[in-house]
């Protein structure tokens, strides 16, 4: 089955530390996202990439970097400098980026700083 | 900016009960619009959308009217279930290509038996 597959589900960081979270999909989109889920808050777009090798900022990029050097992969790398790193973190794709395209969602990365 | 706002929750409701989540929008142009849903531990999962004014998205008992008038596109159901219980989510995309979503702050919904 084509799916998007997160990992790790659970992450705990020491301050200081960088981690990187996974995000591959067999779907064949060509459009990535990752966003932020804090409670009461919704989501808030982290980056996004609309093809390979090019990808953007999003509302909240500050203290996080990411890459695209292959179509079904996008990780994403929380750094020391941001500054409050616990969060659900949910990968997304879309064929493109069509104002009707649908997202399909992973099913998260849970990362707690200790 | 575009922006989507939602009812406060949580809401909670006896099985077979109406279900009414309200959800509003600001937006320029003509955004897509629609609604996601979260069970608990997971990601999240297209519910149904509606790309232009008047129209229905409906999927698994659920609806939801595009209003251009009103600027909304509240979220019915006629009679919840216990596994209806998650969190609903109201999202627009707006009139770029980006394909980029501005998502609610979520309603969590709990029905009890």
């Known amino acids: 089955d084509g799916g998007i597959t997160q990992s790790p589900k659970y992450l705990f960081r020491k301050e200081g530390q960088n981690v990187t979270l996974s995000c591959e999909q067999n779907?064949?989109?060509?459009?990535m996202y990752w966003y932020r889920q804090d409670p009461g808050q919704g989501l808030r777009l982290i980056y996004y990439?609309?093809?390979?090798?090019?990808?953007q900022k999003g509302d909240i990029a500050e203290g996080y970097s990411v890459s695209r050097e292959k179509k079904e992969s996008f990780p994403l790398t929380v750094t020391s400098a941001q500054k409050n790193p616990t969060a659900f973190y949910l990968c997304?794709?879309?064929?493109?980026?069509?104002?009707?395209?649908?997202?399909?969602f992973g099913a998260g990365s849970r990362l707690t700083v200790l | 900016g575009n922006s989507v706002t939602q009812m406060e929750g949580p809401v909670t409701l006896s099985e077979e009960a109406f279900l009414t989540i309200n959800c509003t929008y600001t937006?320029?142009?003509?955004?897509?619009l629609f609604w996601y849903v979260q069970y608990p531990g997971e990601g999240l999962q297209l519910l149904l959308k509606?790309?232009?004014?008047?129209d229905k998205g409906s999927n698994k008992g659920f609806e939801a009217t595009y209003r251009k008038e009103t600027t909304s596109f509240h979220l019915e159901k006629g009679s919840v279930q216990v596994s209806d219980s998650a969190v609903y989510f109201c999202?627009?995309?707006?009139?770029?290509?980006?394909?980029?979503?501005?998502f609610g702050q979520g309603t969590t919904l709990q029905v009890k038996p």
């Open positions: 509606a790309t232009k004014a008047d």
């Open positions: 999202a627009l995309h707006g009139s770029s290509n980006t394909g980029k979503l501005i």
């Open positions: 779907l064949n989109h060509d459009a």
């Open positions: 937006a320029t142009g003509y955004p897509s």
């Open positions: 997304a794709s879309s064929i493109g980026g069509g104002r009707a395209n649908v997202l399909t």
């Open positions: 990439s609309q093809i390979v090798n090019d990808f």
